[in-house]
């Protein structure tokens, strides 16, 4: 599976931006997506993800505690995309935002996009 994201910059605290990341190669095999970030020095650490396959959505979204309703996960399953929308950013979300895939048995096969930097100006 290849991942290509897009939609990141700079905005100030209490802006908007939407992440988007279309999918490709073994787009039947994907049985969850999401979105992840990082800062320098720390974890990569999941942000909101979604089970269920490639073409077939079977679940509810999951979000990190710190998102705290701001954001919404969403995809097309015809587009083999997944979006990220991100409200009422805060300077602490500013971070390299990368999207993920989980395929194979047990979903134990991650594919990683590129990365989009978003920063959040105070």
């Known amino acids: 599976v290849q991942l290509q994201a897009s939609g990141g910059g700079l905005v100030q605290t209490g802006g908007f931006l939407r992440l988007s990341c279309v999918a490709s190669?073994?787009?039947?095999?994907?049985?969850?997506v999401g979105w992840y970030r990082q800062v320098p020095g720390k974890q990569r650490e999941l942000v909101a993800d979604m089970p269920g396959g490639g073409i077939i959505s079977a679940g509810s979204p999951n979000y990190a505690e710190f998102v705290e309703g701001r954001f919404t996960i969403s995809r097309d399953l015809a587009k083999y995309t997944v979006d990220l929308q991100m409200n009422s950013l805060k300077p602490e979300d500013s971070a390299v935002y990368y999207c993920n895939a989980k395929s194979g048995l047990m979903a134990s096969i991650d594919s990683w996009g590129q990365g989009t930097q978003v920063t959040v100006s105070s």
């Open positions: 190669g073994s787009v039947l095999a994907i049985n969850n």
